[in-house]
């Protein structure tokens, strides 16, 4: 079900509960911004979500509220984890979804990693 992605902090989404080890995740990268997990339904046969570990509603909450040393960190994960699973040469696609519209699930920004196959275009 897709979220609004505006609004408080939610600290009951699935999200937050992974970043306070509430709920297991497949761990592929974390430092002291960012944690990186398998994607519990994947899209693709590599399907990472990257998210932040301070608390950001949507990417518009993110790129308002974070520090600058924040947002290059969770860049530069995300370069990372698609760099230690090989798909530099073979290609990925990095995306986020911010509102109902774009159909966001968890009101907590995060980036979706995937690729290991020729993934479709997108419709227009």
């Known amino acids: 079900m897709a979220v609004n992605g505006t609004g408080p902090y939610n600290s009951d989404n699935i999200f937050a509960k992974i970043l306070r080890g509430d709920i297991p995740c497949k761990k592929v990268f974390e430092n002291e911004w960012v944690l990186a997990f398998h994607d519990i339904a994947p899209k ?57 519209n774009a159909g966001q699930e968890v009101p907590h920004f995060h980036l979706h990693v995937l690729g290991g196959k020729a993934l479709p275009p997108f419709p227009v």
Do not use: C
Not at 57 to 79: C, L, Q
């Open 44 to 100: 693709a046969p590599v399907h990472i979500i990257v998210i932040p570990k301070q608390p950001y509603v949507s990417f518009i909450d993110f790129s308002k509220n974070a520090t600058t040393e924040e947002i290059a960190a969770v860049m530069r994960s995300t370069g990372q984890v698609a760099a230690a699973l090989n798909l530099e040469e073979s290609g990925y696609r990095v995306i986020t979804n911010a509102g109902q």
